[in-house]
């Protein structure tokens, strides 16, 4: 699920040479959590409401309380937030916020979804684009779980055209210091263990209604590689070849088609991405990028703040020093009391820095007490 998802299910409801050292900055090895080279994110869901007045003051809050860069939502896989030529646009949200960010010290990192598509022009047009399940139904007319999950197939090119139009379109900005990657994935085969029960269901094993892509494509792919139909398998959920195959597509996607594009215009590029990378087809300990965003919302896996801390080691000793990771925390699910003791649980395991979901979470005292942690 994604973050927006998360809230719902539990009722919640430039620059050349700047960018230049900040590649170089942000691509060493990772500092195992040292407080010298430490950066902390928050994740802001679209809100036009509010005035550019109001934006800075935000901001210069945000800045106050500890927090490097911020994550706008100018993409949401309907309308664009931004001056898009490609896309179905809603407001110029980043043109308004983008300077205000900036002008109070704050990085901004253009935050897209990426494999799903609610377009309708896009809907009506390519259907084809669409993953479909192992019973042959495709996401675009029945996606799983909820309305939006209408995932399209990294296996397509058409595909990788489209979300390279809106990633080189974002890479234009040139006060923009990246792009970030949301939605990098499959459907969720497995739902986390506490938001089963949010959709009346049990999910002991891959289920065919949750197990995608077995499209003509992948499928045609699949067989001449291997010799053998995905579909013709005992039990596809077996065969380590046939996931391997998924988390490699969207590996080449990543690291092939997106982040070239991102290095050619001197941006960032990081991710959002899952624990259990497993359940989402997800390998991101093999990408090559900038940096990764775990994730680690403790409540829906029904755990506690200390698996925060097991999450990120797992996660740092996967990356091996390649990149940053930052760890996710979902506010909502914390008082600023348990918040600080997250973002202690986050450094211990060797975290680079939190990420908090969401800027609209934080209420004042959540602030004061992520200011107190991060000094």
């Given amino acids: 699920m994604n973050k927006r998802e998360f809230l719902k299910a539990v009722g919640l409801g430039g620059l050349s040479l700047a960018a230049s050292r900040a590649l170089l900055a942000f691509r060493s090895p990772s500092s195992g959590g040292s407080a010298g080279s430490r950066k902390n994110w928050v994740w802001m869901p679209t809100d036009v409401r ?35 030529k490609h896309l179905p646009v809603a407001e110029h949200w980043l043109e308004t916020i983008l300077p205000l960010a900036k002008s109070e010290g704050l990085e901004v990192h253009a935050w897209m979804w990426t494999m799903p598509c609610n377009v309708e022009g896009i809907r009506k047009a390519h259907p084809e684009w669409y993953v479909v399940n192992r019973k042959g139904e495709s996401a675009e007319s029945k996606p799983a779980y909820v309305e939006h999950y209408r995932f399209l197939c990294p296996s397509r090119l058409e595909v990788h055209e489209f979300i390279q139009a809106t990633v080189t379109e974002l890479a234009q900005y040139d006060a923009l210091d990246g792009i970030h990657l949301d939605y990098i994935r499959y459907p969720d085969v497995i739902l986390a263990e506490g938001l089963q029960p949010k959709y009346g269901i049990v999910q002991d094993r891959e289920y065919p209604e949750y197990d995608y892509c077995y499209c003509d494509v992948c499928r045609k792919e699949f067989q001449e590689k291997t010799g053998i139909d995905p579909l013709e398998l005992e039990d596809p959920s077996t065969s380590a070849a046939w996931k391997q195959f998924r988390y490699d597509k969207i590996t080449f996607l990543v690291n092939n088609k997106l982040f070239p594009i991102a290095r050619e215009n001197k941006k960032l590029m990081t991710a959002a991405v899952f624990p259990n990378w497993e359940a989402v087809r997800q390998q991101w300990s093999a990408w090559n990028i900038d940096a990764v965003m775990p994730m680690l919302y403790h409540g829906f896996y029904n755990k506690g703040i200390d698996w925060i801390r097991e999450q990120t080691e797992v996660g740092v000793k996967s990356l091996r020093g390649r ?8 506010v909502p699910q914390l008082t600023p009391e348990t918040l600080a003791e997250a973002v202690d649980a986050s450094f211990s395991g060797g975290a680079d820095g939190i990420v908090l979901f969401s800027a609209q979470a934080m209420s004042s005292n959540h602030w004061r007490s992520l200011q107190k942690a991060l000094r």
Wanted: charged letters at 25%; a negative charge; hydrophobic letters at 35%.
């Fill in 50 to 84: 509010p005035s550019g007045d109001e934006w800075k003051r935000r901001f210069a809050e945000m800045r106050e309380a500890g927090i490097d860069a911020v994550l706008p939502e100018v993409y949401n896989s309907r309308h664009a937030y931004y001056a898009s």
């Fill in 323 to 330: 990149m940053p990771l930052y760890s996710g925390l979902f």
